[in-house]
């Protein structure tokens, strides 16, 4: 019985003996104290199939030609782009040496090794199967320390949206919200995987000026008066003075989210009066969701919203608070987004 353990090695060759004679040499390996397991795969199909149902494969190697299939190169692209598998080690092998590809294109297509099977004795195998494994463990290493920062940067930008907003009594969990379905809405505009995530950490500081706010006018019950209103429109500007001066491309985001979530597709908001499309489309976003949430939950100066009552508001101000494609693809998915709302509250 294989160890939960071992490291698991993909051979992907349309020949059963090379295969047999892949897994004669290596199976009495050990590295780290955890031995080798191995999946076979006799062409680019099968071999994408084991890669997804196995993702903690470390090493594959590869055929270069394989009879009426995609040649290993083009297997090594699949993997690499449209899998978004960096950390595999590749090997390619060929029964031809004069296929071996130049350099460039080899750095090109991120293979690993590149050998002749002729050249590849037992022994030779061990050694590059060792390099690639101990290249595998520095990568997932590597790949782990990175999603610890992500994570713990995340968890930091919750909490500077949550010091903001635990200055108004009554809005629990409203940046997590806000950043939850606006980051749903983009992917929904066809912003790509990066994007959608800047944006999601982006919009849940979209009211970090309110730092700067008083209690008394954040947490006053009832309606503010014209000073106390034209005060907290400052928070706009208070966020993005904040963030703006930052190279990094997540808070220069936020800062013009911070700056523009109060200003309306027709020119009525604050504090620069944008109208339409001069309105960054994230900020569009978050205006239209920050609005979204303040009126689905209870806060000190105004109870929830009936349901119905937030949807015929929306409709309302679609051209005149919101950008009218943003109000239809809000309203279409409006499901999706109540549920996003409910596991969130």
């Known amino acids: 019985m294989t160890p939960d353990n071992a490291w698991k090695i993909l051979i992907v060759d ?22 080798l397991t191995f999946i076979n795969a006799y062409n680019a199909s099968e071999a994408v199939a084991q890669l997804e149902k196995h993702p903690d494969i470390a090493i594959a190697l590869l055929d270069i030609v394989m009879e009426k299939d ?11 782009e449209d899998m978004g598998n960096r950390n595999i080690r590749l090997i390619v092998r060929t029964g031809n040496p004069g296929l071996a590809p130049e350099e460039s294109v080899t ?46 940067q995340r968890e930091l930008i919750y909490a500077l949206g949550e010091i903001a907003e635990s200055r108004c009594i009554d809005n629990s969990h409203h940046v997590k919200r806000v950043g939850c379905i606006s980051a749903f809405l983009a992917e929904k505009f066809n912003f790509n995987p ?107 100066y105004k109870e929830k919203w009936p349901r119905e009552d937030i949807i015929n508001f929306i409709e309302s101000q679609r051209g005149i608070k919101f950008d009218p494609e943003i109000v239809d693809i809000f309203l279409k998915y409006l499901d999706e987004i109540d549920d996003i709302f409910n596991a969130n509250t």
Do not use: W
């Not at 295969?19 to 009495?28: D, G, N, P, Q, W």
């Open 194 to 300: 990066h994007d959608v995530e800047i944006v999601h950490l982006a919009a849940s500081m979209h009211d970090v000026g309110k730092i700067a706010i008083d209690d008394k006018i954040l947490n006053k019950p009832g309606k503010l008066t014209p000073e106390e209103f034209e005060s907290i429109k400052n928070h706009c500007l208070y966020g993005y003075e904040l963030l703006k001066n930052s190279k990094r491309e997540l808070l220069k985001e936020a800062a013009i989210i911070a700056y523009e979530h109060h200003e309306n597709y027709d020119g009525s908001g604050y504090p620069r009066g944008l109208t339409g499309e001069d309105i960054h489309l994230s900020s569009r976003i978050v205006a239209l969701v920050d609005v979204f949430d303040a009126l689905a939950t209870k806060r000190v």
């Open 70 to 80: 995609t040649s290993g190169l083009d297997l090594v692209k699949t993997i690499r």
């Open 14 to 35: 349309d020949d059963i003996d090379i295969h047999e004679i892949t897994v004669m040499a290596l199976k009495r390996l050990v590295y780290e104290n955890r031995p």
């Open 107 to 152: 750095l090109n297509y991120d293979i690993n090794d590149y050998r002749g099977k002729t050249e590849l004795t037992a022994q030779s195998l061990r050694t590059v199967i060792i390099t690639a494994l101990r290249s595998y463990m520095a990568l997932t290493t590597i790949t782990g320390l990175k999603q610890e920062i992500d994570d713990t």
